[in-house]
């Protein structure tokens, strides 16, 4: 029986290949968030209502979504260099487009584009780490791409409210084209072209299934209280994404080539993970865009402001990487999600308290707190999620789960965005405070109610 092989540290020929990688991950990690505390600038400039431009972030979550199942079958059939090499242009572009946006149309149109771009960067750059690096220096190039993919997050907020201030808010998208250049000039030097030499035909009914059933529900739900759209169009909407899910599940059953065939979800800790991870990641993910904007809207702070106090998140949820594994080897999977899924909820909750005069220390520690938890949260989801899928199954099951996690992204701001409008119209513009706070303790408690999901995961499940 062989040993199991050693760590080692990064060989050099292949650290030009793992910033290649990190340039892409660093990109995506932070355009998902560089928008968030620029939207009311963003919305006065287009001549928007602030509270109706969580389109700007859904459009591009959304299209994140709906083409991660793509990236693996476009590089194993065209090649591992030429899709990310196609990826990063596209990206490039579209950001290019974005930062010259005069209308909120136009600047939906290329976060779309530029959201097809961002779903291959990581995925793509991930498989080619994955078919390139010796299995004995994989962690060691996973841990340097993994600080890229911090480091966007963390400065996103504070430099798209830095940006707005001192220049435009186009500059939080062309700040983009010189690291795409960069990421173009360098992929031809450090990336080989992998392909595998026989692909399956692609799911095209699977993805247009998909598609249509991740933007009907998002649409749905976004328009619901948008007064340019009917009551009916919503619900005309959300009707066919149920019945689009309905139809790939029975397409997932019958087609032996479907993009996630339903024997994944014979696995009953796999079902319980994703069925978790897309209800308790609601909230969780609407929050970096909710709570910039209540700031800003209804507290007056300055975007820059905003962004420096959105910092104490990431720093948070960067202090917990080292304990999450320690604590689930000491309580198991089942106690960790059902005791720190009712403390995600009540954090989420619990932002209801804050008001404007709220002390900027208190503020910093609850973000710091919420970081924490969240991290933990999301961690403990997905290792439980793919612990135990056999190998087989394990690109699909992790695709299927990537996907998951946008999609209910994308849902998620869509319902705090609705919430916050369907409030504001019933309270009135003068009770905004109360419309985010009414917003907060809705998105809180469906944390909360969460952890009932996870009570099903069996008790002797192995760390």
């Known amino acids: 029986m062989n040993a199991t092989p050693t760590h080692q540290a990064l060989q050099p020929e292949f650290r030009l290949l793992v910033l290649l990688v990190s340039i892409g991950f660093f990109m995506q990690g932070l355009d998902t968030t560089i928008v968030n505390t620029a939207i009311p600038a963003m919305a006065r400039s287009l001549g928007e209502d602030p509270l109706q431009m969580h389109s700007v972030v859904v459009a591009y979550v959304l299209s994140v979504a709906a083409c991660i199942p793509l990236s693996g079958w476009l590089a194993d059939r065209f090649g591992v260099r030429n899709t990310y090499f196609s990826a990063i242009i596209i990206f490039t572009l579209a950001s290019l487009g974005c930062g010259y946006a005069e209308s909120l149309n136009e600047l939906l149109a290329y976060r779309v584009i530029q959201g097809i771009g961002g779903a291959l960067l990581l995925p793509v750059g991930r498989l080619a780490m994955l078919k390139v690096i010796p299995r004995t ?34 500059w939080i998208f062309l700040i983009n084209i010189p690291m795409g250049l960069l990421g173009v000039l360098i992929t031809f030097k450090a990336m080989p072209n992998v392909t595998e030499p026989t692909v399956p035909t692609f799911d095209f009914v699977g993805i247009i299934l998909l598609v249509l059933a991740m933007v009907g529900l998002s649409l749905g739900i976004e328009n619901f209280a948008n007064p340019q759209h009917s009551l009916w169009w919503s619900l005309g909407l959300i009707i066919t994404g149920i019945l689009a899910s ?91 999600l059902l005791v720190n899924t009712l403390l995600v909820g009540a954090c989420i909750a619990s932002f209801a308290l804050t008001s404007a005069d709220t002390p900027i220390w208190l503020r910093a520690i ?37 996907m998951i996690m946008m999609v209910s992204m994308s849902i998620g701001i869509a319902l705090a965005g609705t919430l916050v409008n369907l409030f504001t119209a019933y309270l009135g513009t003068e009770n905004i405070t109360t419309a985010f706070h009414l917003t907060l303790i809705i998105l809180g408690t469906i944390n909360i109610i969460t952890a009932a999901i996870f009570w099903q995961i069996p008790k002797n499940t192995p760390v």
């Open 137 to 170: 220096q994989f962690l060691a190039a996973m841990s340097l791409m993994s600080l890229a993919g911090l480091i966007g997050p963390l400065i996103g907020p504070t430099l798209g409210g830095w940006m707005v201030e001192v220049s435009t808010w186009h």
């Open 246 to 336: 309905l139809f790939y599940a029975l397409h997932a059953h019958t087609h032996k080539n479907a993009l996630f065939r339903s024997k994944l979800f014979k696995n009953h800790v796999y079902a319980i993970g994703i069925i978790g991870n897309f209800f308790a990641r609601l909230g969780g993910n609407a929050l970096p865009f909710l709570l910039p904007l209540m700031l800003q809207i209804a507290f007056g702070f300055e975007p820059f402001i905003t962004g420096l106090l959105m910092i104490p998140t990431v720093l948070g949820s960067l202090v917990s990487k080292p304990i999450i594994r320690p604590i689930i080897q000491k309580f198991g999977y089942r106690q960790v």
């Open 366 to 402: 609850h973000f710091f707190i919420f970081g924490v938890l969240n991290s933990l949260q999301f961690v403990s989801m997905n290792t439980l999620t793919l612990k135990d899928l056999p190998q087989q199954d394990a690109s699909s099951g992790n695709s299927f789960l990537s």
